[in-house]
């Protein structure tokens, strides 16, 4: 019975929608194969098998998952990327990888419904700007030697890239949704 639990909490590697519906069958497969079988021949066939379809299983589901749910991945799997890029110092491609993610962001409020309004795309552009502004007047005035001392340098670089980084991505989000909002209203107009 010990490997029969084994093997159910080994199920947990498969995706959720194929676990709640064949998790009990497979369990029950690999129970009958085991008293069949014997343990090790039972566990070597239920590994194989696992090996082969979990991955099949996830690519599956992944193909039948709506645009909004790959592009919500796709934003995880950027701004992971991004912040990578920027800490092993990969600066021109974490930014370009930053500007990929505020297009996949502006395009999941898109998806959402959310429709860019006359006061909003600018607010997102000023506050990128005054984020910017704020840390360049932090890490450029002159502080005093003991104050300078007093914080780690590799803690005020992390901190420093990641709100430089994330300035840059609001002022893009709001250059995408301000652009978006003149086409749409250049559409209206050609189609009076």
Sequence with gaps: MR?????????????????????????????????????RRAWSGAVRDLAVSAPYEYWESWMNGSPQTKLIAAAVV????????????????GLLLLLLL????????????????EQRWWKWAASGVALFATLFIVFAMPWPEDWRSAVDGEIAWMVGMLGFSLSIVLVAVGLFMGVAQWAARRGRRAAV
């Design 3 to 39: 490997g029969v639990r084994a093997y159910r909490a080994l199920t947990c590697v498969y995706p959720p929608k194929f676990r709640r519906e064949y998790r009990e069958p497979m369990v029950q497969l690999f129970a009958d194969r085991a008293r069949r079988d014997g343990g």
């Design 102 to 117: 505020a297009w996949e962001l502006y395009s999941i409020l898109r998806m959402r419904g959310h429709r860019v309004s």
């Design 78 to 93: 950027t701004a992971a990327a991004a912040i990578v890029f920027l800490v092993v110092g990969g600066a021109i491609l």
